[in-house]
């Protein structure tokens, strides 16, 4: 089983500020690695799959990159609803796993 | 607008079945291409993908639980399900249903808002 590692655990900016989010994986991946946030409360929702491709409706604030264990969400000019927490996810092989999250929380 | 709704018991005993329904509006689960999964979340943790069900009835289970899970789908309800046998308190979660589509078959765009399912005497 790929483990993804997420770390920090917790960041914290004002609105406003960029934020840039790791994931990194035990193995190599490819490129197969989706970003997806949760609010509280709520189901997670896709931000950016296959590394750098932003689903639909998501806003151009966000980025990813990255290839084979190395993964980076990039949130420019942080918005109040974009406080949240942001898991990564795997689909290069089965199970499709998660990393443990981070949480980008207001200053 | 596609929807997902799940269903089934908030409160379920050691050792009992859990069975979940998944409802899916506004997509046939006979389109091509299309899987049907169920991903739960443990308070405060990471979620855990379980199992997977494609349009031509092939099925993927998490290899740890994967005597326990069944998951099957009706196409005529446009309905998918899951049963877990020997519920155990660590399987307390949210359990989320899940739709991939529009990206790729394994990739979960769209999720049911979930339900939390306790395990407790």
């Known amino acids: 089983e790929i483990v993804l590692t997420q770390s920090p655990a917790t960041l914290s900016f004002s609105p406003g500020e960029r934020a840039t989010l790791s994931c990194r994986a035990s193995?190599?991946?490819?490129?197969?690695l989706a970003w997806y946030q949760q609010r509280p409360g709520q189901a997670p929702r896709l931000v950016i799959y296959?590394?750098?491709y932003r689903a639909t409706g998501i806003p151009a604030r966000f980025s990813g990159s990255g290839s084979g264990t190395d993964f980076t969400l990039t949130i420019n000019s942080l918005e109040p609803e974009d406080f949240a927490v942001y898991f990564c996810?795997?689909?290069?092989?089965?199970?499709?796993?998660f990393g443990q999250g981070t949480k980008v929380e207001i200053k | 607008q596609i929807t997902l709704k799940e269903s089934g018991p908030t409160l379920v005993k050691p050792t009992q079945t859990l069975t979940l329904t998944c409802t899916v509006s506004?997509?046939?689960?006979?389109?091509?291409?299309?899987?049907v999964g169920w991903i739960r979340q443990p308070p405060g943790k990471a979620p855990e993908w379980l199992a997977l069900?494609?349009?031509?009835?092939?099925?993927r289970y998490r290899p740890s639980l994967k005597t326990r899970l069944t998951i099957t789908k009706d196409t005529s309800k446009n309905q998918v399900v899951l049963t877990m046998t020997n519920m155990d308190p660590v399987d307390t979660a949210t359990y989320f249903c899940?739709?991939?589509?529009?990206?790729?078959?394994?990739?979960?765009?769209?999720w049911g808002q979930g339900t939390l399912v306790t395990v407790s005497s």
């Open positions: 296959d590394a750098s």
């Open positions: 069900i494609y349009w031509d009835d092939d099925k």
């Open positions: 899940t739709l991939s589509y529009y990206y790729d078959n394994t990739i979960f765009d769209h």
């Open positions: 193995q190599s991946i490819s490129s197969h």
């Open positions: 506004e997509f046939s689960l006979s389109r091509s291409g299309m899987g």
């Open positions: 996810q795997q689909r290069y092989n089965w199970p499709q796993t």
